[in-house]
């Protein structure tokens, strides 16, 4: 590995310098090889992998540590929070030249830990060692893995459990609940670690004439598009707290997420969420909440040559951005997953046509669009109770599309509609196993979910295309893990 430490540079008040502490009896769960191979890990580094992942070895360039940082959790003030069972043991550069950190999860417990354990469990590691596969290959930006290890040793939970560990990667762990405990605790510190965030991630930043709003304005883009992308493919991250989203506009922190299958914007998939805050529908204007929270962060770092209030309106005016950025890129991926032409006035109107009728009859999300591309126009309206909806529908849309090019449109709808996605059923059947020492299922689904538009009889079974039956409950996922 070729280190590259850089957040131990910062002010040591923002991190607490320690060790994993390993798990007893830890042993290989999953191992991702294309991804080591992209982190240029050596024939060594891989040898070690389980040595690595399950917080046995760390390494002499990087001092592991944990970061302090606060956040608004479900809408409220939380405080200071904090790596409380996780720790930042490297960053590195990949093949691509750029710094990704090493984030060791379930490596124990933290001055940040509250009244936790500082421990992971294998069900909750498997669904994010899962989760960050499946999105990053979806084109979803997304934090990754490069393997989880199982353990013997128990973890307590609401029941007694198998303790697990994860190494997490991702383009950053700087989140905008950092800038939110710097102000409220060390506020002196807010203008150097902004600068050294605009250097890491934004570079291109220090070449306008207002640095700080050329930074929150590409924040605020990539937090918009990142969004979007969730909505498309349907997932659902169900804790949108500002200590869950980081600065780069890569997806972090999976806990009670899920895929939507059949299609109900108002699911609640996180059963801690009371007030339905964290749904589908409202992931969008959750999203700019969190960015408005952030922003007033940023207000101390006026230039001189601002007043109070001017400072105010422009970093105002970066968040105007919000919607029209998350609008154009929802509008072109609904268009392509449609096979229609993004310039034609009315193919938004008809995309939201066929999302109600997914909503009325409760239809999957994936298989239907699945469907549409494969012009199975009488398979879903057969699902249909209103029969003369979808016919409506379905008029709009062939007139929509003629004249237009259809290879192109096809082409399209191939590769912005997965067949598969990461259902709750089939990460619970994985779990199942796994906690049997069985991880061939895990294996499968890794497989599987590697390549997701491309059909794979192989490897598929049925489960993998439609949700359970009607009559069969939902997998429930809590925040425990």
Known sequence: MQFNPRYPTLSPKLFHHQQPVPLKGAKSGHFNEALANQLNWSEEDKQSWIEICSGQKTFAEFEPLAMVYAGHQFGQWAGQLGDGRGLLIAQILDRNNQTIDLHLKGAGSTPYSRMGDGRAVLRSTIREYLAGHALNNLGVPSSHSVGFTSSEQGVQREKLERGAMLLRTSDCHIRLGHFEWINQYQSELLPEFTQKCIEWHYPECLEAEQPILAFAHKVIQRTAVMIAKWQLV??????????????????????????????????????????????????????HWNLWNWLNNLAPLRPENYEKEQWKEALTECLEHYEPTFLEHYKLGLSQKMGLPSFHKDS????????????????????????????????????????????????????????????????????????????????QKAIELAEKNDFSEVERLFTLLSQPFKKQVKFETSADLQPLPSDVPEVMVSCSS
């Open 234 to 287: 349907g997932f659902a991250h169900g804790v949108m707290n500002t200590d869950n989203l980081n600065i780069t506009g890569s997806t972090l922190d999976f806990g009670p997420y899920g895929f939507m299958e059949r299609f109900r914007p108002n699911w609640i998939n996180n059963h801690s969420d009371h007030h339905a805050r964290y749904t589908y529908q409202q992931q969008p204007s959750i999203g």
């Open 348 to 427: 938004f109107d008809c995309a939201m046509a066929f999302l109600r009728i997914l909503q009325t009859e409760q239809l999957d999300y994936t298989q239907s669009f699945i469907r549409l591309q494969n012009k199975k126009y009488e398979v879903i309206k057969d699902d249909c109770l209103d029969r003369r909806q979808f016919e409506s529908f379905l008029s709009q849309y062939e007139h929509i599309r003629q004249g237009q090019d259809i290879v192109e449109l096809n082409a399209a709808m191939q590769t912005a509609n997965p067949v598969y996605i990461l259902r709750n059923h089939m990460m």
